[in-house]
């Protein structure tokens, strides 16, 4: 395809407000308080009520993307229903059902968003640039995600209901893709290949896409609990600074954004993810062990920079082993059962607790031990083949 700065940016677009799910995690405690009569374990559900309804959106979305509707025409409907579903509660908040109905048209748009970032790169690009283009995007997800928890703070100290007009950027990114995305164009003879049967995604993409979703189940008892390890346990800081730690997660996973194109064409591909798991397993052992701000911040860091170092490295094996008409739907599998296994981390952490007695330092005993074995295993199992000759992939516009 022609190498289009701008329909780079676009899909950069995307990717940027993918991480959108916890922009009013801090005006969550406000929330509660605007709703007194609504028991609290309710009001999370304006945060985990979007991650729920994700899962079906996404396996729905993938399954039309590039064949029924275009990659395109989804792009600017989840946009849509993310600014309704993210800035309508600035509006219509009068009740606490009305907001959680946003919560979910807000959910239902993350997803059609999140798979479609990196199937554009996979139906437009090949090769290198293809695994540079989705490092990009995973470095993007992240500072977007930064970005929009910082502006979620910044509006909830005016007021519970400013903290939805965070969601603002999502406005941009409409336009940004309404006038610069390019289509990827199907051949001919791929058209006729699906009139006679539609492909689907094969097994091993299931196989990964579980997998992966372990790798969820086991890192998430570190992000809900952090707060809760710091002042509890640790005794080390308070809630304000647990959110400092946090972010350093993010800002590992935007480096290795950043970094993995660099990561995927010099360092032999088998040795990724092992890599990968292996440091996410020392960084998780450095939290486990520090007794400082400081260490336990690097260790969550570490574990950023190393496990966020898999999210593109999975996307390019999808790449691999997907047929192309069904890379939508391929990546589709890979976020539902993501958020599936994240949305079930409550109830490992649960069983962790009815066995050990420890709900914050054993499941995190249990996340190392659990990428030291599948960082293991990974060694001896190759998932990457071999990349396809380059080729130019022509594209449309709407």
Known sequence: MQ????????????????????????????IAAAFPEIPFTTVLLVSTLPSLLLIPSTLIAGSVAGTKIRYRTLALLGLALFSIGGIGPAFLNSTFTTVLIFRGIFGISLGIIMPLGNAIILGLYEGQARANLIGIGGFVMNIGGIVLQFLGGFFSDISWEFTFYAHFPAIIS??????????????????????????????????????????MLLIYPMLVNMSSIMADVKEIGDASQAAITLAMYTVGGALAGAIFGSVYKYVPKRFIIPLALFGGAAGLAII???????TITLGVFI?????????????MMIGMYSPPSANAMSMSILMAVMNA??????????????????????????????????????????????????VQVPTESE
Not at 3 to 8: G, P
Not at 185 to 191: C, M, Q
Not at 348 to 369: H, K, N, Q, R, S
Request: no cysteine; glycine share 6%; hydrophobic share 55%.
């Open 3 to 30: 190498n289009n700065k701008s329909t780079v940016f676009s899909i950069m677009a995307i990717f940027f407000v993918a991480m959108g799910v916890g922009t009013i995690t801090p005006a969550i405690a406000n």
């Open 174 to 215: 409409f336009f940004l893709v309404l006038f610069f995305l390019k289509e990827p164009k199907v051949p001919e003879a791929e058209i006729r290949e699906r009139n006679v049967a539609k492909e689907k995604p094969p097994m091993s993409i299931w196989l990964i896409s579980f997998i992966f979703g372990i790798t």
């Open 288 to 294: 486990i062990y520090s007794n400082s701000f400081f």
């Open 303 to 315: 574990v950023g920079l190393f496990y966020m170092t898999s999210l593109p490295a999975v996307a």
């Open 341 to 390: 296994f994240a949305f079930v981390s409550t109830y490992w952490i649960g069983f962790i607790t009815d066995m050990t007695g420890d709900p914050f330092i054993m499941p995190l005993v249990f996340a190392a031990v659990g990428f030291a074995i599948i960082g293991v295993l990974a060694l001896f199992v190759n998932p990457f083949k071999e990349d396809p000759a380059p």
